[in-house]
């Protein structure tokens, strides 16, 4: 069932941008609704619109109030939700452009890459190959980029695998650790401090700020982890830039 | 043309007006603290009001000027100096190849901005010459300027052009001249120590208990010592939300007032994360990121609670005053010989 439009609620979020919110559940249907939406004004946008952010129940839309001013006497608030309004039906009807192929992320499990798969394993009371073998056979959905540059939160996690995070978070996670917290996977895609429990390292950099995209993710993609042995990893390491 | 970095004082970065159209990607916009004061910098030098300049914090860089140059002081007042001589504030000032400048006590204010006419050319990362320090993205290296540093200048506009050479004129046979004229009060103020930030009610405002909405939009909050570009850490009165349903991550943004369970409020700054999933109780207006901006760690706020009608207004009536300043620098140009 698609969204109706009526079930859209906008808000606020200060006085230069509107968040339009799909519902409150993660759920494949609602992020379809706010692809759907999102490549509707990307193809159509209109003046004052400045960025779109996707989250999980919700998009966001900056704008420049000045821009939208001059049309009568209206706050530059109730033209833009006017304007979406008008546009959401047909946004929400948008045929979401094909997710395209499966994105493969090829992850180096256990040992040094991955310090936590032992206690991973241990909650789930699982042996270390199964949790690798859990882990990777779902298509994930990447719901959202955030947290930091490239950082893709991903849907589809196997229930079993679910681990509260440490209790002591890291100074420092490398970038491409993959990583699990409660029913949440994963990558830390630059070196950060970091909770979550690591359980292996892909060698592809997920954010090269000289790309023309350069978050290697997107909203919108569905991505399933590979695993790999040591000597495939450090040979595609080679091969990043 | 370049910018001789001899000390580099506190926090000195190249900022512009953000990275924008990355958020998707996780980026986050950074750009100056004070955006209206780098804006009117850059107009007092006849930029383009996103051209690129250095955002100073509390203790000032030294930096000698490789060739002739013309800029602009704007921001908090940190007692600037030019070959050891003070210089105003808030208009333009032609300096000689050779002239040093410098700053002293830190008298108002938090952040000072350098405008440059031609603006600072390192090379643009994601549509921005702005430094994001967390992830080493753009200004000079990704990082904060370092002694030694040498920063290239773009030549001026040809409004900045003319600027310097009424200057220019005025100077000889000095090392440095400056305007007499400067923006009014409301454009380029003194911050002041104490005072009251403007906010409108935030998406979770209603889930905090009355008494937390009352004492939020009632009494004092303290700039705690965890302020950076990032996010102030507010102290004063504990807020309890009445729920404790997860939230899930959305969107924050420069301004985004947002509590975390310890009940002390976080204000988000210019390298704001891009989304969050802490409830945001207000959101600080446009017109007065550079009230926030210009706080010390110590200094009081008192949030003042307006409509988002009101806040709209005022983010109009300060875009048109940006504008009346342009066409008053272009006219001046015109009508001197």
């Known amino acids: 069932m698609p969204t109706p439009a009526a079930d859209v609620r906008l808000f606020p979020l200060g006085d230069a941008a509107v968040v339009l919110e799909f519902g409150h559940a993660i759920g494949p249907e609602t992020h379809r609704a706010i692809q759907a939406v999102r490549h509707y004004l990307t193809q159509h946008p209109f003046a004052g619109l400045r960025e779109l952010v996707p989250a999980f129940t919700t998009l966001t839309v900056y704008y420049d109030p000045w821009l939208l001013n001059g049309q009568g006497h209206r706050l530059p608030y109730e033209q833009i939700t006017e304007v979406l309004r008008q546009l ?31 206690a ?75 909770g979550w429990q690591l359980i292996g390292r892909t060698p592809l950099r997920l954010f090269d700020p000289t790309r023309a995209q350069p978050s290697r993710l997107q909203a919108g993609q569905r991505l399933r982890f590979v695993p790999i042995g040591r000597a495939e990893f450090e040979q595609l390491q080679r091969n990043e830039p | 043309m370049s910018l001789n970095i001899l000390r580099p004082g506190l926090l000195t970065t190249v900022q512009d007006l953000g990275r924008h159209g990355y958020q998707a990607d996780g980026v986050v916009v950074s750009g100056a603290m004070d955006a209206v004061a780098l804006r009117v910098g850059n107009l007092l030098v006849g930029n383009a009001e996103d051209a690129a300049g250095l955002e100073i914090t509390v203790l000032g860089p030294r930096i000698r000027f490789e060739a002739d140059h013309l800029i602009a002081l704007t921001g908090a007042h940190l007692s600037p100096t030019l070959n050891g001589r003070s210089v105003g504030m808030n208009r333009p000032v032609w300096v000689a190849a050779g002239t040093e400048l410098a700053f002293g006590a830190a008298a108002a204010g938090c952040r000072a901005y350098l405008a440059v006419a031609g603006g600072v050319a390192v090379p643009l990362v994601l549509g921005s010459r702005s430094t994001y320090l967390r992830a080493g993205l753009g200004g000079l290296h990704g990082r904060a300027l370092r002694a030694g540093d040498v920063l290239p200048t773009a030549p001026p506009t040809p409004l900045g052009q003319k600027l310097m050479a009424m200057l220019a004129a005025l100077a000889s046979p000095k090392t440095w001249a400056q305007a007499s004229y400067t923006p009014g009060p409301r454009l380029c103020g003194t911050p002041l120590p104490a005072t009251t930030v403007r906010a409108i009610a935030g998406p979770e405002h209603e889930q905090f208990s009355p008494a937390s909405q009352r004492a939020f939009w009632q009494q004092p909050f303290r700039v705690s010592p965890e302020a950076d570009r990032m996010g102030y850490r507010l102290q004063g009165p504990e807020l309890n939300r009445q729920t404790n349903a997860e939230l899930l991550s959305g969107a924050v943004t420069f301004g985004t007032v947002q509590v975390p369970a310890s009940g002390q409020p976080i204000a988000l700054m210019a390298d704001h994360q891009t989304t969050g999933g802490y409830p945001r109780l207000a959101q600080v207006i446009t017109a007065d990121f550079p009230v926030l901006a210009q706080l010390r760690p110590g200094q009081q706020l008192w949030f003042q609670r307006v409509t988002l009608a009101e806040a709209q207004a005022l983010y109009l009536a300060q875009e048109r005053q940006l504008r009346a300043l342009r066409r008053g620098i272009a006219l001046r140009v015109n009508l001197t010989p």
């Open chain 1, 88 to 118: 959401l039906p047909a946004a929400l009807a948008t045929p979401v452009a094909s997710e395209g192929a499966v994105v493969e992320i090829p992850v180096c499990y256990g040992d040094e890459f991955g310090p936590d798969l032992e």
């Open chain 1, 120 to 194: 991973v394993a241990q909650h789930a009371g699982l042996s270390r190959e199964e949790v690798v073998a859990r882990h990777s056979a779902p298509d994930y959905l990447v719901y959202m980029i955030g947290f930091a540059p490239g950082f893709p939160y991903l849907g589809g996690l196997d229930a079993r695998l679910a681990t509260p995070r440490r209790a002591r978070p890291r100074l420092q996670v490398p970038a491409g650790t993959v990583g699990i917290a409660g029913a949440q996977t994963g990558i830390y895609s630059l070196p950060t401090p970091g």
